[in-house]
């Protein structure tokens, strides 16, 4: 498949695509609104600067500090970050507010994509982590643009995928201007499926550069809002983990009857079906978003509110990180590492299979199975505090000494920017 049947298939699959934000609007209304800017009829107004894509949520957490330091380093350059869902849209309104320009990425059409560089006239653009957008780039490359593929990642199965479609992955991996990669080993991978090795930097995550602001005084306010009573958070929380995590609560509450669970969806449009699981299963239940103090008789908060998963993280004794029960690869573990929390996760933790394994090798870090070794694992921390505590320094040891990613993908921007001047 090449970029002209690629993009007929978008085409053809465009009715498709409006249909399916049409159904998950029913839960998330945000979905069907702000269309035009997906249709590439409307834009932001300030031109040139940098664009930045980070596609949902994750992504723009993980790029704020090399977003900031952007602003610190080129701090008369616009710069405009999109986003693909309405959670990433929300991170970049709550977290950047009006020092950035913000739209959706337009669909990856050729036409579209024209309009859309052609509008914004970037000096650079930056794509995170895995998105590679065929039009896009290559719309960037007819218009002399650079571009950026930052705190890159490609897994096994990602670069198996992608292997299977060489005349549309080569020519578009030969317009990227530079990539900054997450780990040598993805490098090869994208190297081997056509990218030229001279425009591969190995800089680390961005995701070691946690920002710990929001938690500097996190101690004091869990014991205003929680109490002394023990607490494990179930953070990043998908459909099918809900229930394996109510199920570890139960057996737990066996031998902690005063133990909370702090339950976090990863997605808004799952907040409801999260409070209607926990109440079925004859649980105690109360919303973060209408609890400023959390009594005695609830037995599992539900975080409904966006932004706040890292004091919720710092607010617990253990830590399990969701998308890791189910195949959804997994989300960041750096996270409550980050805070000296002892990290557990599933085994379907492929998107961060490196950093995984760095936080097991070092003790950081367990994989659990399903909710009978979930909580058997709970328990053990627990119940043994000390060896809770241990493990949680295991862990943030590996955040610390891997922090310094974003001075060096920095570098890689700064060099194409001043390149391009």
């Known amino acids: 498949m090449n970029r002209f049947i690629y993009s007929l298939l978008v085409t053809l699959l465009l009715p498709v695509i409006l249909l399916y934000l049409l159904w998950r609007s029913r839960k998330d209304p945000a979905y069907r609104q702000r269309l035009g800017e997906r249709l590439g009829r409307h834009f932001p107004a300030q031109q040139g600067g940098i664009v930045i894509h980070c ?19 080129f701090p008369h350059q616009s710069i405009t ?33 024209q309009r859309f560089v052609k509008a914004l006239r970037p000096q650079l653009v930056i794509l995170v982590e895995t998105e590679l957008w065929p039009n896009l780039i290559h719309a960037c490359h007819q218009n002399e ?5 930052t705190n890159a990642r490609l897994s096994s199965r990602s670069a198996q995928g992608y292997a299977r479609f060489p005349k549309l992955i080569q020519p578009m991996l030969t317009q990227l201007s530079a990539v900054a990669m997450q780990n040598e080993v993805d490098g090869e991978r994208l190297v081997s499926l056509g990218l030229d090795p001279a425009k591969l930097t190995v800089c680390g995550s961005l995701k070691f550069d946690v ?3 929001q938690t500097s005084d996190i101690a004091s306010q869990r014991r205003q809002w929680l109490g002394e009573r023990a607490v494990w958070c179930a953070g990043s929380t998908h459909p099918g983990e809900f229930e394996q995590a109510l199920a570890a609560h139960r057996q737990l509450q066996q031998m902690h009857p005063d133990l909370l669970l702090l339950l976090v969806p990863r997605h808004p449009e799952q ?19 209408q609890s400023d103090t959390v009594g005695d008789e609830i037995q599992v908060l539900i975080g409904d509110t966006m932004g706040e998963l890292m004091a919720l993280y710092g607010m617990s004794d253990a830590c399990f990180v969701g998308g890791s029960l189910i195949e959804r690869g997994g989300h960041n573990p750096l996270e409550p590492a980050a805070l000296a929390k002892p990290v557990l996760m599933g085994p379907h933790h492929f998107n961060f299979a490196e950093i995984g394994a760095a936080l097991v090798q070092a003790g950081g870090m367990s994989v659990v199975s399903n909710s009978d070794d979930l909580a058997e694992q709970l328990e053990h921390l627990l119940s043994l505090r000390s060896q809770a505590q241990a493990m949680g320094k295991k862990g943030q040891r590996v955040v610390e000494i891997n922090r310094g990613a974003t001075q060096r993908q920095l570098t890689v921007a700064e060099a194409l920017l001043t390149s391009n001047d």
């Open 55 to 73: 596609a949902s949520m994750g992504e723009t957490l993980a790029a704020l500090p090399l977003i900031r330091a952007l602003q610190a380093r």
């Open 81 to 113: 970050v999109t986003s693909t869902t309405p959670s990433g849209s929300a991170q970049v309104k709550q977290h950047l507010g009006d020092s950035v320009q913000h739209c959706y990425l337009p669909l990856d059409l050729p036409v579209i994509c």
């Open 145 to 149: 643009t650079p571009v950026m593929l």
């Open 211 to 213: 920002d710990l602001a």
């Open 271 to 289: 907040f409801e079906a999260a409070i209607q699981l926990s109440k079925q299963a004859g649980f105690q239940t109360a919303r973060r978003s």
